[in-house]
């Protein structure tokens, strides 16, 4: 990466490959030159895709000064269950701690489905240590060097090549973890520390998120090994899942955090967008062909979560906190005792929709829209796909013959009932957060998300829409927009009658410390990393903390107050009771400002390229015109009904909105004004 702010000679390249497609977003920040493109993945090499996607935008490596990526590998291994095997140090009495759990049920009114997955280490893979410390850090059984020989002993003889150390209140006191480590790091590959991974209270989670940190450590590091051998000349950079980018090395030590990175960099572009168009309030929608995913995004930067999970295990490390539901383009629709529902189960990229001609026959989200005119049956999608309408009506008969209704009312059903699933998606980012999501700017992207959008935000209240640049292939922007950052949370647990100034000061510093090394080591300045610190409040024997950001140096009496407005704001009330600091958050990044140029036409006014029958209501079809989005010239509007397409992706005006094109090439979507 650049030093300093120093210009950059070669192209800046985000690719984002995913389960289906690479897309690649390439910027020349000094002619200004901007490339786009999407090739099929290839799901079994990864690097490959990389080299395919630089290819076909012609580029090679070595023109490229910043290859910025995120990648599906780790998120794959995990749900696929393709992990490495790890044996566990815990502290002895404890190491049964990932069988113990939590008494909580993955389906509560299901008991012939298991409580839970089974434990990812079983007991003959489980070491126990001799050793104790106390929740404050306080050692109440010393460890010794010969129980550190034994443990690298027993675990040498489970024969694995990752191992997982988390030592009880590790948080507070890692020194024994420091050691044990240092010694099974002379014995094996890859070791995964708590305090280094998950530095906070909850043993269970804390020691499963190790874990599975552990068993993706292999994985990774092949992976990143080959792509830096292979992908010569450009500076490597991986997106990880905070909404950032890391270098290899950080990223092969911490390989977790490179899950769901796809969507991460979706939500690092719009909060790009919305900081570039003055947007305050943002709710992203991202609609692909299995899942949908929503974010909020306010005053530039996205919520963050530490408690998520994947594929059924706990994964507690910072992420954008995104909502995912299983309701894409894709999804199935079926009729059960309740009517009409919209997946989870998907058709898959193979045979895909029915629309699409490859052999599909259940009907999807795409098929209805298919049948409702919105896609265009003359037209190759994205090249390759040349859609199917009659064999999408037929996909929707036997469901509209069981309900005694057209096909045409049927698809218009199927698009009110995934609506209203979406809706329920952004009320959990909004209003179960304290934010009122009629008031923010919907921000849709991916392959369906422009398709669904107004109806959508008709549905939800929101009055206006923006569909970016890029909207096909936004997780490769957000790759190029993404600031080079590193985040940690770590427990601090001080209550507010009992403040102690000097260990709160002394935690931060180290932590700030620790995150700029790094960015050190990349040779940025002291003095272009900013930090960002985030306190995780609660009243005293709450279980839920609340964030509030802060500045340096911490004011307690404004952190205070601070904390109760937002508690305020949120839960509906606020107290004059003790509260704690439950832990901190920091994340030191440095900025990057890449400048995208003017996109739209400038001249000129548009032209249909056909008019065809769309249905958008019960009151039949009406003739709609069809525009090439490229084709716009800016300050271009139109009154729906429209349809503007791209090669990947169809915008839907619907009568009584409008569409205006920007000089960005960004579109905005609103009701007209009566």
């Known amino acids: ?151 690298v002993r027993r675990v040498q003889d489970t024969g694995v090549q990752s191992a997982a150390v988390s030592l009880l209140h590790a948080y507070a006191n890692p020194a024994h973890e420091r050691a044990v480590g240092e010694a099974l790091k002379q014995a094996l590959p890859f070791v995964s520390l708590s305090h280094e991974v998950n530095p906070e209270t909850r043993e269970f989670e804390r020691t499963a998120t190790t874990v599975l940190n552990a068993s993706v450590m292999p994985i990774a590091a092949r992976y990143l090994d080959r792509l830096q051998r292979d992908v010569k000349g450009a500076r490597l950079h991986v997106m990880h899942s905070a909404g950032g980018m890391a270098s290899p090395d950080a990223a092969a030590r911490r390989p977790l955090a490179m899950a769901l990175s796809g969507p991460a960099a979706g939500v690092c572009a719009a909060a790009h967008v919305a900081g570039a168009l003055g947007l305050d309030s943002v709710l992203t929608f991202d609609m692909g062909g299995t899942t949908t995913d929503v974010c909020l995004v306010t005053r530039g930067a996205a919520e963050i979560s530490t408690d998520s999970k994947l594929a059924g295990r706990p994964v507690r490390q910072p992420m954008v906190a995104v909502e995912s539901i299983g309701a894409g383009g894709g999804s199935l629709v079926t009729l059960g005792t309740g009517g009409l529902s919209i997946g989870p189960e998907s ?183 900013a930090v960002e610190r985030t306190a995780l409040v609660r009243y005293v024997g709450q279980s839920t903390a609340v964030e509030v950001p802060f500045d340096d140096p911490l004011d307690i009496a404004v952190l205070g107050r601070d904390f109760r407005r937002r508690h305020r704001d949120i839960y509906g009330y606020e107290t004059d009771e003790h509260w704690e600091l439950q832990s901190l958050r920091l994340s030191a990044r440095v900025g990057r400002t890449p400048r995208f140029g003017p996109m739209a036409a400038t001249a000129g006014a548009p032209t249909p390229m056909s008019v065809a029958p769309c249905w958008f209501d019960k009151g039949g079809a009406v003739p709609t015109p069809r525009y090439d989005r490229d084709s716009l010239p800016a300050e271009t509007v139109i009154a729906g009904p429209a349809i503007v397409e791209d090669a990947w992706s169809t915008i839907v005006v619907p009568p009584g909105w409008t569409l205006r094109a920007d000089a960005m090439g960004h579109l905005w979507i609103g009701e007209a004004m009566p």
């Not at 897309?23 to 290839?42: F, M, N, Q, W, Y």
């Not at 469901?399 to 952004?426: D, F």
């Not at 008709?458 to 096909?472: A, M, Q």
């Not at 190029?480 to 507010?496: C, G, H, K, N, P």
Request: include cysteine; charge should be negative.
């Open 1 to 151: 990466m650049p030093q300093d702010g120093a210009p950059t000679a070669g192209w800046q390249v985000g690719i984002d490959i995913g389960g289906t497609f690479t897309d690649l977003v390439a910027l020349h920040p000094a002619s200004g030159e901007v490339r786009s493109i999407k090739v099929p993945t290839r799901r079994n090499d990864p690097v490959a895709s990389i080299l395919g996607a630089l290819a076909a935008a012609g580029l090679s490596p070595e023109q490229v000064d910043d290859l910025v990526h995120g990648t599906t590998l780790v998120t794959n291994a995990i749900v696929e269950d393709r992990v490495e095997p790890v044996a566990l140090v815990a502290t002895q009495g404890f190491e049964d701690v990932l069988d113990i759990g939590r008494a909580g049920r993955q389906q509560l009114y299901r008991l012939e489905v298991p409580p839970r997955r089974a434990a990812q280490v079983p007991p003959e893979r489980r070491v126990g240590l001799a050793e104790r410390v106390d929740h404050d850090g306080a050692v109440l059984a010393p460890l010794e060097p010969a129980a550190i020989a034994e443990a």
């Open 347 to 529: 058709a898959g990229a193979e045979p895909g929709p029915a629309a699409y001609g490859r052999g599909g026959t259940r009907p999807t989200v795409t098929d209805a829209n298919a049948v409702l005119g919105y896609l265009d049956p003359t037209r190759r999608l994205g090249g390759a796909i040349t859609l199917d309408v009659a064999a999408a009506e037929a996909a929707l008969a036997p469901l509209a013959e069981r309900l005694g209704v057209g096909i045409v009312e049927l698809a218009l059903g199927v698009q009110r009932v995934a609506n209203a699933t979406m809706v329920r998606a952004l009320a959990r980012v909004t209003v179960e957060r304290g934010v009122d999501g009629r008031q923010c700017t919907l921000l849709a992207f991916g392959g369906a998300g422009p398709m669904h959008a107004a109806g959508l935000a008709r549905e939800f209240g929101i009055r206006e829409i923006v569909v970016p640049r890029f909207s096909s292939a936004f997780s490769a922007l957000g790759c190029i927009v993404a600031d080079m950052s590193y985040t940690q949370q770590q427990s601090v647990r001080m209550l507010s009658p009992q403040w102690d100034g000097e260990r709160f000061r002394a935690l931060h510093d180290g932590m700030a410390a620790a995150l700029a090394e790094p960015l050190h080591r990349q040779g940025h300045a002291a003095d272009r990393i």
